[in-house]
């Protein structure tokens, strides 16, 4: 059985984000949380130009540049937040019955 795992890497780790039934979901869920990153990377950027009298960088601008395109199979963003899907294809077990169950 394949799902599709959702995630974000940067250059000190990787965290899932969830796991989905189809592909389709799992895109949806990588939107959201590339949505979530850039909303928060503007949110810093605004806040650097205010309090650092306008000499911020391009950091946060090109970091939301990177991911800004629907095209996420071609997202570079290294060594920053990424998000990411990957196709993974598990085992289903049979279920073993615990002595709890009442079914």
Same mark, same amino acid.
């Given at each position: 059985m394949k799902i599709w795992l959702v995630g974000v890497s940067d250059c000190?780790?990787?965290s899932i984000i969830c796991a989905c039934a189809t592909k389709k979901?799992?895109?949806?869920e990588? #939107?959201?949380?590339?949505?979530?990153?850039?909303?928060?990377?503007?949110?810093?950027?605004k806040y650097l130009k205010e309090y650092k009298h306008g000499r911020?960088?391009?950091?946060?601008?090109?970091?939301?540049?990177?991911?800004?395109s629907n095209d996420?199979?071609?997202?570079?963003? #290294?060594?920053?937040?990424c998000p990411y899907i990957c196709e993974m294809e598990v085992k289903?077990?049979?279920?073993?019955?615990?002595?709890?169950d009442k079914s």
């Open positions: 000190e780790g990787n979901i799992a895109e949806i990588l #939107f959201k949380e590339r949505d979530g990153l850039i909303k928060k990377w503007k949110k810093m950027d911020a960088d391009e950091t946060y601008p090109n970091m939301i540049k990177a991911i800004s996420y199979e071609n997202w570079d963003n #290294f060594p920053h937040e289903q077990s049979a279920r073993k019955e615990s002595p709890n």
